[in-house]
């Protein structure tokens, strides 16, 4: 297949898109095992539909964006997850490893728990417990995966390499299977175990454990994912509407996870993005990190940079060329709500594809016409073949020529910077059609130079937590790509339609306050002084929409982020899952935080909630935007920098609408 070369830093992504990723280290070989088993011969225990997919998934997240060769990953699943097997694939994966490589072991199944058979468990009197395929032996009694083998692993491990990592989507509760269409991973212990003087006090006293696994010991070195907390349930349920199987709740939100992690993030970073995708769906699963290794670089620095995509409409590559000087065109899943319009141009890869600028490239497109949620491109270069389309990826190239600027100029308070790095500054940002120098004064954001580097101003004159020394590349690229991250939010952001004449709906916000550990109603949003309304850190809320036409409609609600982040956090899932006419659809609990890191953003500027209406059903998740690069993940927040104004986009059309809020998020009170 020909390949085309790409000019370096044209293609625009969510993040920065000039630096180079730094060269993974060729010392670092990572291994792993991966488990899952959701169908036992025990009729008693649930059967679980998620463990294979989830074992393929994470295989496919760890060799694609990893560093893991695809020989140095095992997978047991099924009938050949039995205990013996296990424990010799653990014994392999050790034996295997050269002294500093990484170590990865991870279980998708059902978890439980048996009574302390060495007389370590002090606390409780039970050993946390994975329970393999033939769990239960022909006599009745049980030959689980004990917290001490696993301990034990992990001890003979550390002989060779520090970086040992477990991640289990189970459980060791003992929690009913609650309904609702979430199964739970887990089976309960033999009959009298949970009575041996614990009784119906067994949760309670899991709760008062510091660790999920049963793993932890102070002169062990690893990092343990675990689905939950002790006294907790992890679920599986229909996480991916775009699948009809359930996953596990907790290794989808993994995986998610780690496609959006940046290259240095580390353990800490990826779990707390995790936890808000968990508690998204599920608030009762909180997933635990543990371990001396929480601050280490995810998989030793192993995670790839991945570049936002469109996807192409099924059959889309029959159509004829509405130019007969072009080739034959496609249809997009994305049109100007995701920042498209005619001129835009885009490169086409295989499915899987991560990163164009490294991997095989089918063919280039251009943006002939753009509606709200599709558009219609046709060919640059010659038709791939159909089969080579199949899940095909198109990454954005070049943007077309737009009056959207997000203006950049020289804080003027500050010593002028030297003619060289002042060129070098202003070629990098000509890079990004999204970025303009303006005028003084008439910017949304100011650099100022200071003692060799380049500092960020926002529009209150105040510094933003975004420098970089003028004399390094790496930093200056990730200083200006942060500045893309930030356009393209704006961009969207200015994507409107708020007064439709088609549709008709009503929006409606609450506050929410927990009281005897439920959360309740607490009122309407509050207003302050100013007139703004005003929300506090880790305040949470939930927002509604009722359909007043005739005819049912989809909706979604977006929240912007002040570093960039746009997340969807409620969508119509599906064609089924339409808003009937007169019906009132409610969100989830939105818990809003403020990250440190990021707190001069919130202070300079305000948040915004959207709801986009559509009389067709569209999934929007494409507009997701997830932190940029060398960021920390943050939980559900919302706004953008202060200055950058929304607005109407075109004329008002009738078949889309949105209904924005503004308000102030402030610091928790004292």
Known sequence: MKRFLLPAGLLLGFGSALHAQETQSVAVQRHALLVGIGDYPVAEWQRLEGPAGDVAAMRSILIERGGFQ???????????????NILAALQRLREDAAPGDLLLFYFAGHGSWLA???????????????????????DGTRQDLRDDLLRDFVRAANVKTERVVLVFDCCHSGTAVRGGGVA???????????????????????????????????????VALSACRADQAAAELHADPNSSKRQGLFSWALVQSLAQAGPNATYVELMDNTRWRV????????????????????????????RPFFSLTAGSSRGQAQDASLKPGVELAAGTIHGLSAGAELVVCPAGT??????????VLR??????????????????????????????????????????????????????????????????????FGETGSARFHLAWKSGSWQLNGSLGRALPLSARAGNPREMSLLIGRLNHLARAARLRSVANETPSGLRFEVEYERLKETSGRWQA???????????????????????????????????????SPDGEINVLWTTESQDDAIAPGTRRWSNRIELFIPSE?????????????????????????????????????????????????????????DWATRSLEFRLLPAQD
């Open 367 to 436: 943006v002939r016409g753009a509606e709200t949620v599709r558009a219609r491109a046709v060919w640059l270069t010659q038709t791939p073949p159909p089969e080579r389309l199949e899940s095909a990826r198109a990454f954005l190239l070049r943007l077309a020529p737009s009056a959207f600027r997000l203006q950049l100029d020289l804080d003027d308070t500050a010593p002028a910077p030297p003619a060289g790095p002042l060129l070098a500054c202003r070629d990098l940002v000509g890079h990004f059609p999204l970025i303009a």
């Open 522 to 560: 607490g009122g309407p949003m509050q207003r302050g002084p100013s007139g703004e309304v005003e929300v506090r850190h880790l305040d949470s809320y939930r927002t509604s929409l009722v359909n007043h036409n005739a005819f049912p409609v989809y909706a979604s609600y977006l929240l912007f």
């Open 70 to 84: 695809a020989d140095h990953v095992t997978t047991l699943l099924e009938e050949q997850a039995t205990r013996s």
């Open 184 to 222: 739970l991973r887990q089976v309960p212990g033999p009959a009298g175990v949970a009575v041996r003087g614990l009784g119906d006090k067994r949760e309670s006293l899991v709760a008062q454990r510091s660790d999920a696994t049963g793993v932890a010991a102070a002169d062990l070195d690893y």
């Open 354 to 363: 991560l990163d164009p600028e490294t991997g095989e490239v089918l063919g």
């Open 279 to 306: 508690h998204q769906m599920h608030p009762r699963q909180t997933p635990v990190l543990e371990g001396r290794g929480k601050q280490q670089p995810v998989l030793a620095g192993g995670v790839a940079a991945a």
């Open 116 to 138: 302390d058979d060495n007389g370590d468990e002090l606390h409780d009197g039970l050993d946390e417990t994975l329970v393999p395929w033939d769990a239960l032996a022909a």
């Open 598 to 654: 990021n707190e001069e953003f919130y202070r300079q500027g305000s948040c915004m909630g959207r709801w986009v209406v559509t009389r067709d059903w569209h999934d929007l998740r494409d507009l997701e935007q997830k932190p940029a690069p060398d960021v920390a993940p943050t939980r559900s927040n919302g706004g953008v920098p202060g200055g950058i104004a929304g607005g109407q986009v075109g004329a008002p059309v009738d």
